[in-house]
């Protein structure tokens, strides 16, 4: 496959992804395309479905209905609902991450900063210790945390550290797509901005593909090309984001842009 038919072929397809707890439905028929390099942000209030949508993606719950299909490395269609659970967490070892909102879930505490970084890269066949400690090393650089701190306790970090450490041991094997989930919840308005920042850098320098769940429309508005709006388990309005949030069609939509211009 071509570089350039690989950017108009999608990394990940959402076909009618369903989602039921009794008879609510989290998750309603859901759709859409992730392509290369792509951020897509979905946004919507708490009990929207969001998060339950890409803990589904994830693998982390079980759907009811629909399929997710996915374009590895080697250029390979995989159907995830039909994947050996050993190749879907190699997976999530390797080709993917997924940003926890509190970082203490997506960490190991009781190991040091630099051992959390290089066991991602054991899981990618890396045996060298020189190796992974010097990768350890340009990653802490990467994420900002002075590399004087890489055999520190990663309970001894500020939950800002904590974060950006998180997106080092998630982004060392350079996967393809990362699943983000409020990834600056609970973060003082300045940590936030200087987490958006990188993270920003981060995902145009490694052409990431990215799907962020979210509240804050700042967010998006910041970090992602195109756009979901949740509620109650529907997506009710999809698009470019600037487009749906400069020009929103849907009432939902409206009352979510218009609470962020209230004074």
Not at 86 to 101: I, P, S, Y
Request: proline share 4%; net charge neutral; aromatic share 4%.
């Amino acid at each position: 496959m071509t570089t350039e038919n690989s950017l108009l072929t999608p990394l990940l397809t959402v076909d009618g992804l369903t989602k039921r707890y009794g008879d609510i439905a989290a998750c309603d028929r859901i759709s859409f395309d992730l392509y290369p390099s792509q951020v897509l942000g979905i946004i919507g209030e708490s009990g929207s479905g969001k998060s339950t949508l890409l803990r589904a993606i994830a693998g982390q719950i079980a759907l009811d209905g629909g399929q997710l299909s996915y374009r590895d490395r080697a250029g390979q269609i995989l159907n995830l609902q039909t994947l050996p659970e050993a190749r879907r967490r190699q997976l999530m070892k390797t080709e993917w991450g997924f940003v926890q909102q509190n970082p203490r879930d997506g960490l190991r505490l009781r190991v040091t900063a630099g051992a959390n970084i290089g066991e991602r890269l054991l899981d990618v066949g890396d045996r060298h210790y020189g190796n992974i400690r010097a990768e350890a090393l340009q990653w802490l650089a990467q994420v900002e945390i002075p590399q004087q701190r890489m055999d520190d306790l990663p309970s001894t970090f500020s939950g800002g550290m904590q974060q950006r450490l998180q997106l080092a041991r998630i982004l060392v094997t350079r996967p393809q797509l990362v699943l983000m989930d409020e990834p600056t919840g609970g973060l003082d308005v300045s940590v936030q901005a200087r987490l958006l920042d990188l993270i920003r850098s981060l995902v145009r320098t490694l052409h990431l593909s990215v799907i962020l769940v979210t509240h804050d429309i700042g967010v998006v508005r910041l970090l992602a090309q195109r756009l979901l709006v949740m509620q109650n388990g529907l997506v009710v309005e999809a698009g470019l984001t600037d487009q749906v949030l400069d020009d929103p069609q849907h009432p939902y939509t409206q009352q979510l842009v218009s609470a962020t211009l209230v004074p």
